[in-house]
């Protein structure tokens, strides 16, 4: 019985992609447990760069099959859209291969009209969703009037039910935010028609995983967003809706809490948020242009699934020390090491000071509005001028760079075990 977990430490965007089409050449199931169609993974294979929002990315594996689980949330419409991409580029997807939820909520077009119109009616508060539609989808559920995937199953039900959300979706968007009226009756065509192909991959998924963890295979549980987007455990409310932590996998899967093999938090060699919401160490100017890059390269800090540039800034280490606490990792993967060549100095936030107190540790959930009274405090770590997206092995990193990745070991208690240079697949170091 094997269940491993990559989990993004930071805001997201951290790599995750990377690390599970590593780690699902040798898994079995390879699940997604939160969220919908706001992240973005990026996966690369030899010359085809693969960008998935809802499906797992571990599926471009042929030995694995895709699990989604109840604790995400789903638009049909992007994940008919990625199974015809996937197929295009020779991936089989079929029921065998795809397992969806029965207890999946469901993303409508209402809902992304509402998510749109609710963050612009918020002015300068606005979270800077995706616009996606997760949040008024995760509001569904927690009201209890979501759509489950389950639903589909009864065609004649699910009109019903579809009806009556459009229906009551409309009234708020007409009557409190002022937005034209839905076409209820080509929405209910055009969404039961993605129904309709939906229907084969339904099934209740529970029973499922917990007998082929029983049968020994292994499990790998891909995270999307970050823990620091987590709607307890971030930087609430500028947070999305969902449990982006380790601890969300056995309510988001159905299945019972067991032991877990590797909990491995993804981090890049910096900090990085696209949205609003505190970012103590964030930078502008030269130093922002030098992390996120002008734009012209496919690595360049702009969003996956909404384009925007990236907020850039220093590693934070009391932030990532705070993400171990809510994850327990096992080991850390640190991403884009390559980024940082040619700095002579590397400032990381060690300390935030808060009403004359220092701490290396929060001693708050997330709360955006203390984070946003906390001022970094930096240690400086000496820089390398060395390009690094040729080493492949431990000692092929300069010297500093060794240094700055065993800081980080030190300051968070966890080992770094795998470091990534460079965007190839094979731009990578084992550390052991
Ligand atoms: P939502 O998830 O669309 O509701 O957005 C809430 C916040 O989470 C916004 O600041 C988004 O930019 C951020 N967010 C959501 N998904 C991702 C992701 O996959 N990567 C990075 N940020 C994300």
Known sequence: MALDI???????????????????????????????????????????????????????????????????????????????????????ITPERLWISDAVQLITPAHRLLDRAKDAALGKAAIGTTGRGIGPAYEDKASRRGLRAGE???????????????????????????????????????????????????RRIGPMVQEAL???????????????????????????SSCTTATGIFSGLGIGVQPVRRVVGVTKAFQTRVGGGPFPTEQDGDNALFLRGSGANPWDEYGTTTGRPRRVGWLDLVLLKYAHEANGFTEIFLTKLDILSGLKEIPVCVAYERDGKKMNTLDFS???????????????????????????????????AQAYVKFIEDFVGVPVKTISVGPERSAMIIKD
């Open 214 to 240: 029983k049968a020994g295979k292994t499990v790998l549980a891909e995270g999307a967003q970050g823990t620091l987007l987590d709607v307890e455990q971030g930087t609430y409310p500028f947070v999305t």
């Open 366 to 400: 997330g709360d955006a509005r203390l984070m946003a009274q906390c001022k970094p405090v930096y240690q400086n770590l000496p820089g390398w001028q060395e390009e690094v997206r040729g080493c492949r092995k431990w000692s092929d990193l300069p010297k500093a």
């Open 152 to 202: 589909i199953l009864d065609r004649a039900h699910f009109e019903e039910r579809l009806r009556i959300h459009f229906d009551e979706v409309n009234k708020i968007l007409v009557g409190w935010y002022k937005q034209p009226a839905l076409d209820i009756e080509t929405l209910l065509k055009e969404y039961l028609s993605c129904a309709d192909e939906m229907r084969p991959y339904i």
């Open 6 to 92: 990559v989990i993004g430490a930071q805001w997201g965007d951290e790599g995750k992609g990377r690390v599970v089409d590593l780690l699902s050449e040798s898994s079995n199931l390879v699940a997604r447990y939160n969220g919908g169609d706001n992240a973005g993974h990026t996966v690369t294979v030899g010359e085809k760069i693969y960008k998935l929002h809802v499906i797992p990315s571990g599926i471009i594996h042929s030995n694995t099959i895709g699990v989604m689980g109840s604790g995400m949330v789903l638009n049909p419409q992007t994940l008919l859209e990625e199974m015809t991409m996937l197929r295009d580029a020779g991936v089989t």
